[in-house]
């Protein structure tokens, strides 16, 4: 039975990802070599961040002889990933599953259905293992006995995942038994989530003068994580060859998962069942303020948005990014222009920092899952007397009434602090701007194509559709063809043309989108 | 009020609905019945303009749905078998939200709301999100939708299951008061006896095709709905 559960999961899981259509049409090869190459770019991406850390702190831990710590160090952060990545997972695989009571239905012992899902996690811990364990090993300018290898895999791919798994389910069952107390467990879910992310931010943030630090002094690290046993095994282990305690370090965290296994099948049927003890909200009765139509579909998106922690999160968290960063550079912007290693930069500072703009706008990425989240309730605009057109171009205006203020916003305080003047200032306002407008019309058009309805969960059609990542790779490749464009014509062609350039393949990719939409998109959602 | 004229819809190669025809005059209540896959929903979705269709002609109070969607479905109503609703919203934004795209005066949709909640016995619960809503209840709230706006024709999926009997009572005499102002009902059901004392008119549809239908008395004559439904399957099988 297990292993039935399994199967359903991966498939589940690949059929969220690939964008299984309704018409049950098996996947192409094409589409599933492309999401598979998408996946390993995400990774690249995120490997190659972790690289410039090893990079800087490998030789520097090294030379002071503390090889162990260096591998401990690489321990905290793969785990620190994983975490961050597994664990609204685990709250939503866990216990807001949509198939959870037909399956507790069933002669399935709840133990297994546990399992699948705790495996699924584990899947994903391995993967968010990947762009830490493999820089951290490329990076580490020592060599490894066969026995320090065995200690390394046994370590990052087993111990580390398995632990992981353990936390991030009983995290998440922490976070769901606080949102399920609550009257607004939208608003309590989000609330965590920001914690969460505010805690992530603060350390990248400081992770350049972390990284300064920790290659200065790693005797600062040492009695930091000296005292944390299991780290200094894993990086003796590691570095010495010391196997033994790693051992013992697996069979305790074999012995920790089935403690958390038992503890989580006698609370799973109670938890995942529960239907909340909040109290209850009085309806007062008052006559409501008429909207028009169009108005009212405004409306809906975006209580969808508040109501859906995942969507706002995955989706709307790039505003935040925007609005933050336009505060910091108001506060700290004459700081960061006149830092002494930037003068060469000097005359690029301004196109750049109009890139940057681009880069943070494709962070927000609203109509890439819109038309999956619609789910089971696609009957309900399907049904009413509005165009298709306006259901449509209600996700469109949700993502440029959130995303344009920011962008404008932020764009306005750079002309301030960079002083802006002339055709770059012009581009500085109209880029990013368009470059929103675009990332909205793809988002949309790519998950007309590629929508998906099986989901467990709004999580999956926000996280992992297949249309989410096609449309933020898509953006961020648009955002850094600018700079490609000017380092391989800047012989012929000013930064400026460069820009108007772009904005003029951007607009024009805009207007054959927006037509796409108008004609064929409407069509297809009729089809739906 | 609802013209089917040569409905035909396929999934691939499969034909859901063949050349199905059907006239429903305002004023009448039509049962629809079917085996399960025997394409009852597939019709209502085409009805309710929410599948599109490949041959036939669907027409709504005079108007056709395929030229003028937006005019026929302003003129109806249509309940799911499912009550799959928007989740993030309250009962009372969700009914909000309904009057609004169909235009509903905000004095005369407060009094709509009031009279029918009050009725179905779930005021009390429309500030609560639909996400805590029982299945039954989210009927509740799809009827109230459905009747919010006064609409000509309405579109039922199997609209008894998940009622509790209080409230399958009063959606009868809902479906009564709605014709007896010249408003018509077209709906599916598997519970035969309901169909039997609630309908005006029957159709049976099976493999998409249309095997009977009439007056309920033309339809089953002196016997039981249910057993000419059973004789007729088995004449078709």
Known sequence: ?528 | MLQIQHLTKSYGDKKAVDDLSLHIAPGEIYGFIGHNGAGKTTTLKACAGILPFEEGQILIAGQDMKARPLDCKQQMAYIPDNPDLYEFMSGIRFLNFIGDVFRVEPTVRRERIHKYAQMLEIEGDLAQPLSAFSHGMKQKLALIAAWIHEPKLILMDEPFVGLDPKASHLLKALMHEHCDKGGAIFFSTHVLDVAEKLCDKVAIIKEGRLIASGSMQEVKGNASLEDVFLELEDEHA
């Open chain 1, 1 to 528: 039975m297990l292993k039935v559960l399994l199967r359903t999961r991966m498939e589940a899981l690949l059929s969220v990802l690939t964008g299984a259509s309704r018409t049950k049409k098996a996947q192409s090869r094409g589409k599933l070599i492309g999401f598979a190459c998408l996946m390993i770019l995400s990774l690249v991406s995120l490997g190659t961040l972790f690289s410039r850390i090893f990079e800087v702190i490998g030789p520097a831990f090294r030379m002071a002889g503390l090889g162990w710590l260096y591998f401990a160090f690489a321990a905290v952060m793969t785990f620190s990933l994983m975490l961050i990545g597994n664990v609204f997972t685990a709250k939503a695989q866990l216990y807001e599953a949509k198939d959870n009571d037909l399956l507790l239905s069933m002669p399935i012992k709840p133990i297994h259905i546990l399992l699948s899902r705790l495996f699924l996690l584990l899947v994903l811990a391995l993967v968010f293992a990947l762009p830490v364990a493999i820089p951290a090993l490329m990076y580490w300018p020592g060599e490894l006995s066969a026995a320090g290898w065995a200690a390394f895999l046994i370590s990052f791919f087993l111990i580390l995942p398995l632990l992981n798994v353990v936390l991030s389910a009983l995290l998440g069952w922490l976070i769901h038994l606080a949102a399920a107390r609550a009257r607004n467990k939208s608003l309590i879910s989000l609330l965590i989530s920001l914690v969460f992310l505010g805690v992530y931010m603060y350390f990248s943030f400081q992770m350049n003068s972390m990284l300064t630090d920790l290659a200065a002094n790693p005797a600062g690290l040492e009695r930091a994580l000296g005292s944390a046993a299991p780290l200094v095994w894993i990086g003796e282990g590691v570095v010495n060859g010391e196997l033994l305690r790693v051992l013992l370090l697996l069979a305790a965290s074999l012995a920790i998962f089935a403690l958390a296994m038992l503890l989580l099948s006698r609370t799973f049927i109670q938890t995942a069942t529960a239907r909340g003890s909040g109290a209850k909200k009085r309806y007062v009765e008052r006559t409501a303020k008429a909207r028009s139509p169009r108005a009212a579909l405004l409306n809906m998106e975006l209580r969808r948005l508040w109501g859906l922690p995942a969507y706002m999160l995955n989706g709307a968290l790039g505003v935040f990014f925007v609005v933050i960063a336009a505060v910091v550079l108001l506060i700290k912007g004459k700081a960061l222009t006149s830092m002494p290693e930037w003068p060469m930069l000097a005359p690029m500072l301004q196109p750049l920092f109009v890139v940057l703009l681009c880069f943070m706008g494709v962070t927000i990425i609203l109509t890439a899952p819109s038309i999956s989240l619609e789910g089971r309730s696609l009957w309900l605009p399907k049904s009413m007397p509005v165009s298709t057109w306006d259901i449509l171009s209600a996700k469109l205006q949700l993502h440029l009434v959130l995303a344009v203020p920011a962008v404008l916003l932020c764009a306005a305080i750079m002309a301030f602090v960079l002083e802006y003047k002339g055709a770059v200032l012009f581009l500085l306002f109209a880029l990013p701007t368009v470059n929103v407008l675009f990332i909205a019309l793809l988002g949309l058009f790519e998950n007309l194509r590629h929508p998906n309805f099986n989901w467990i969960n709004e999580t999956q059609a926000v996280k992992s559709g297949m249309s989410v990542l096609v449309t933020m790779f898509v953006g961020m490749g648009f955002s850094a063809l600018p700079v490609l464009a000017y380092l391989l014509l800047s012989k012929y062609l000013s930064m400026e043309a460069v820009g108007f350039g772009m904005l003029g393949l951007m607009l024009l990719l805009c207007a054959l989108l927006f037509l796409w939409l108008r004609k064929k998109g409407t069509a297809l959602f009729d089809a739906l």
